[in-house]
């Protein structure tokens, strides 16, 4: 019954002493074998949430259900029903790869074969059969992560918290994560709730994302439809010279408002779309004004949440590290 | 799935626990070495008070005796309470709490790898002893009395460790309390006898203290033989000492599990 439910959040609420809400009556809703991602800046509530919903923080206030059972009255039921990797890979350093996948396998009440069993295809699914048998403390920070992921699915659970999986990993283990976590939810129908602040790992992997800040969720659609309501893309071009730049800036302003660039650089946003891209290379033909770069770019992400919040996600992050340590 | 029964949750988490413990070569020299090297210290350097006029033995070593004993379960305890707090400051706790272990599984293990290290410590220093000629006028039967009454004590210093280790989450807050042990240890009949002490307010305070009663348990076995008031005390105390921490212990882990 639980299984075909995915996680339904009204008003959730979390305060601690001394700081300010650090999640302040969020609604969310994920469908069953969906990819949720939850973007936003460090400190923007996003752990907290995912604590709340593993059952491992009580909420102040509001209600959630995952697979189907209540967080608060139903906590066995729930962490039945899920797997985590949190924040840190959180491992044993004197236990080996595979003693950690055999403990979490008997905690879960799999036999003693099927631990075995199951224990050997993760280990080959993330690639970590030739280190199984040495001790995690010798391990990198991928292969760390990597087990961190396979310890979560020992039990094959229908729902899968993942919080900042690729946090610190280089674009290598970064992308082959990635890659499991797509295949998990594709071909194996697995809801996935994943925390991130990278807006690339957002865009690839969700189907929609949910923009937290301050406790709150700013915006949340399909990555595709979030772009679309920032609209237009914009085009930014680099002048040949630096006595060129107002020349540039003159004409690119006929074609929509300016917006902030690369330094040296002048940027609008287009306001007759991705087509107005051949219209600018004419006009700037036309005025004799000669550029070195000519750049288009689609929406990003960041731009949702500017739009949203008025600050970009990296600057944003800054902001809200400061504040935490101040409420700490 | 999820229906792992609760002895199947416990030998996992005790053979974690023993096997983590075996790999850490430093904590078992430790937990072996320091406790004989004050034992022969003690025996050596404190030797004349077994000349004291009403001193139970001629033999300070064989009064000496359950000190290694008493101190190798305290040792124990603060190595199990800390990497119970370093398993809840690593997050490794939450990674369990994840899993449908109980919580009672959590503790059984843990002081399960506590009790496998106080056996190992009770047979070492047993035999240790006898090499170097301690006595024990209780025979064979008294040496395993010895060895589970080590145990008892080890179980419930561990449930002292486990309290200190769910209340605090700290580390540093285990180990910290490691010298007041230490002290509460030493305000006891552990060097002098209890009716040789001649502070009154030392032998007021060896007198309720429940170590007294352990290591003069201990100690019977050792020097009177079957000495079933001082036994009945010893044990009686000791499996106060385990229910009392051990029902602490998982009164204190029901509030970190939700």
């Known amino acids: 019954m639980g299984q075909e439910r995915g996680i339904e959040v009204e008003g959730l609420v979390r305060e601690f002493k001394k700081g300010p809400r650090a999640v302040d009556g969020i609604d969310l809703r994920v469908e069953p074998g969906e990819v949720y991602g939850f973007l936003g800046p460090n400190g923007a509530g996003k752990s907290t949430t995912v604590l709340m919903l593993t059952t491992l923080l009580p909420p102040s206030g509001g209600t959630a259900t995952v697979a189907g059972y209540d967080i608060v009255h139903e906590g066995p039921q729930v962490r039945a029903s899920i797997g985590a990797a949190l924040q840190e890979a959180a491992l044993d350093p004197f236990l080996t790869g595979r003693e950690h996948l055999h403990l979490q396998a008997a905690l879960h009440g799999l036999s003693r074969k099927e631990r075995r069993r199951r224990g050997q295809e993760l280990l080959e699914r993330v690639g970590l059969e030739e280190a199984a048998d040495r001790k995690v403390r010798g391990y990198s920070g991928g292969m760390k992560r990597r087990l961190d992921l396979a310890l979560a699915l020992v039990h094959s659970p229908r729902i899968l918290f993942l919080d900042e999986p690729t946090t610190g990993l280089d674009p290598q283990s970064r992308s082959a994560l990635w890659a499991e976590v797509s295949r998990l939810a594709r071909e194996d129908g697995v809801t996935v709730f994943l925390t991130t602040q990278y807006l690339e790992e957002a865009d690839v992997l969700a189907d929609r994302v949910g923009i937290i800040d301050r406790g709150k969720i700013v915006a949340e659609d399909t990555p595709e439809a979030l772009k679309a309501e920032i609209g237009r893309p914009s085009v930014e071009a680099t002048p040949a010279g630096t006595s060129d730049r107002d020349a540039v800036a003159s004409v690119l302003g006929q074609f929509g408002e300016e917006i902030p660039a690369q330094p040296g650089a002048v940027a609008v946003r287009l306001t007759g779309g991705a087509a107005g891209l051949a219209d600018v290379v004419r006009a700037l033909d036309r005025e004799d004004v000669r550029v070195a770069n000519l750049r288009l770019d689609e929406p990003s992400l960041d731009d949702v949440f500017l739009e949203k919040t008025g600050r970009s996600l990296e600057g944003a992050a800054e902001d809200e590290d400061g504040e935490m340590e101040e409420a700490q | ?258």
């Open chain 2, 1 to 258: 799935m999820g229906g792992a029964s609760l002895l199947t949750q416990v030998a996992a988490l005790a053979r974690r626990s023993t096997v983590r413990t075996m790999r850490q070569p430093a904590v078992i020299i430790s937990a072996l070495l320091f406790p004989m090297m004050f034992f022969s210290i003690n025996a050596s350097g404190l030797d004349a008070a077994s000349k004291i006029p009403g001193f139970p033995t001629d033999s300070y070593l064989d009064f000496a005796f359950a000190f290694p004993l008493i101190q190798a379960s305290l040792f124990g305890a603060v190595t199990a309470g800390a990497d119970l707090a370093r398993d809840i400051e690593s997050g490794f706790f939450d990674r369990l709490s994840l899993t449908p272990m109980r919580p009672v599984a959590l503790l059984g293990g843990m002081l399960a790898g506590v009790v496998a290290l106080g056996l190992l410590q009770g047979v070492v220093f047993l035999t240790i002893g006898l090499l170097m000629g301690v006595n024990i006028s209780s025979g064979v039967g008294g040496m395993f009395v010895i060895v589970l009454l080590t145990v008892l004590v080890a179980l419930g210093f561990g449930g002292i460790g486990a309290i200190l280790a769910i209340r605090t989450g700290s580390v540093e807050a285990v180990e910290s309390a490691f010298p007041l042990f230490f002290v509460v240890i030493f305000l006891s009949s552990i060097n002098l006898p209890r009716n040789l002490i001649e502070q009154d307010w030392f032998r007021f305070v060896a007198t309720i203290n429940p170590i007294s009663y352990l290591v003069e348990g201990i100690r019977s076995l050792v020097i009177t033989g079957w000495d079933p008031q001082a036994l009945a005390l010893g044990f009686g105390f000791a499996l106060a000492i385990v229910v009392v921490a051990i029902g602490g212990a998982a009164a204190s882990l029901r509030t970190r599990v939700v």
